[in-house]
């Protein structure tokens, strides 16, 4: 029988202090900044749930809702939405963090991650625990984007 684990289990939060040297000449966040510490994450919340090693296999879904500047906190939230045999689902929610504790949604993407073994073979990770009615949506969600993605390859993207 397949192991089985929460979503809770792997859930993940980040924070960053934006500095100059995150800040493009425009005054704002690099998008590479963000996207570069959106992979990390989403690496740490599918390690966790694999306990394995695990490597990028695409990025479904990235979204550039605000700018950033100099002097905000940003805060990623990273969480499983879905699994396969070896591959993962995993979605990120990025946040500027105001003094007063508030959080505003800058970005959300979707990262697909593999389990692999030392050789760099697919392995087999855990099933989901689906608890709350929101990670039972999410979890139909990340079917529908699979099989987009699948689609995607047939269609030669």
């Not at 996207?35 to 490597?55: C, F, K, M, P, Y």
């Amino acid at each position: 029988m397949r192991r089985q684990k929460k979503v809770s289990e792997s859930y993940t939060e980040q924070q960053y202090l934006i500095r100059p040297t995150y800040i493009n000449h425009y005054g704002r966040l690099f998008g590479g900044e963000l996207l570069r510490w959106i992979d990390e994450l989403a690496g740490v919340v599918a390690r966790r749930h694999s306990n394995s090693n695990i490597t990028t296999a695409a990025i479904d879904n990235l979204q550039f809702k605000a700018p950033v500047y100099e002097g905000q906190m940003v805060v990623l939230v990273g969480r499983v939405t879905y699994v396969g045999t070896s591959s993962m689902e995993i979605r990120i929610d990025s946040y500027i963090e105001e003094l007063d504790g508030i959080r505003r949604c800058i970005n959300r993407a979707y990262f697909v991650m593999v389990a692999i073994d030392e050789n760099g073979q697919p392995v087999e990770v855990p099933e989901l625990i689906l608890e709350t009615e929101e990670q039972k949506m999410e979890y139909e969600s990340a079917i529908k984007r699979k099989d987009m993605r699948k689609q995607r390859r047939v269609d030669g993207f």
